[in-house]
């Protein structure tokens, strides 16, 4: 059960805007409209910030918009800030009913 | 303030076994369907097990699909997860989390871990 393919690292610098991608299949990303995005902060749970492709949870703040293209979906973070510096997931369902996480990115503020 | 407090960790040999426990308070536990996912140290993301409010439905990943089950018991508001066959690669942080469905990857809040050791 492999993962969805996610860089090992991004950074940019404050006030810039940063994209993470996700890469999958037909059978997990781009078939269907169930994928996430999580940021996670060192030894804290992690926190879902998209879901369903490019809906935000209240509260998230609008600087995080997903998107996806074929089989890629995608993070972006606009007006980066120092505490966007985390770790960032994608999940998607896949076929089969399983539900499947990409390897993470480190995002580092410059 | 949604509540999952894990328990039910700890060490173990190769070839054991665990039964991880979720206690869940402060969200009306049987309109939701809940999940397992776990994080090995300094790694990646891992969902192990889902399943729905009636369980009805469960969802397994294949790495543990005939070794692990997952269940729950809404009178109680918990969740659980019995691990059997235990293997090295097991060793992770176990989260229990909470979502809408349990085959869907929305998981709207997470326990603070449980440690599962398996260990010679």
């Known amino acids: 059960q492999s993962a969805l393919t996610q860089p090992a690292s991004v950074s940019g610098s404050p006030g810039q805007s940063v994209t993470i991608s996700c890469t999958g299949t037909s059978s997990d990303v781009g078939g269907y409209y169930f994928v996430s995005w999580y940021k996670q902060h060192p030894d804290k749970a992690p926190k879902h910030i998209i879901f369903d492709v490019d809906k935000r949870p209240s509260g998230v703040s609008s600087r995080f918009s997903g998107s996806r293209f074929d089989n890629t979906a995608a993070l972006t973070i606009s007006g980066l800030q120092i505490e966007d510096e985390a770790d960032y997931y994608c999940a998607s369902y896949r076929s089969g009913d399983t539900l499947v996480f990409g390897g993470g990115t480190k995002m580092t503020v410059l | 303030e949604v509540q999952l407090v894990e328990s039910g960790g700890g060490v173990v040999r190769p070839g054991g076994s665990l039964r991880l426990s979720c206690a869940a308070s402060g969200f009306t536990f049987d309109d939701y369907a809940m999940h397992w996912v776990r994080q090995v140290p300094g790694k990646g993301l891992e969902w192990v097990s889902g399943i729905h409010w009636n369980s009805v439905y469960t969802g397994y990943a294949d790495r543990v699909k005939g070794r692990f089950t997952i269940s729950r018991d809404n009178a109680a508001n918990s969740l659980y997860l019995e691990m059997n066959s235990l293997k090295l690669e097991d060793t992770a942080l176990y989260y229990c989390?909470?979502?809408?469905?349990?085959?869907?990857?929305?998981?709207?809040?997470w326990g603070q871990g449980i440690l599962v050791t398996v260990s010679a």
């Open positions: 989390t909470v979502g809408p469905n349990w085959n869907r990857p929305l998981f709207d809040h």
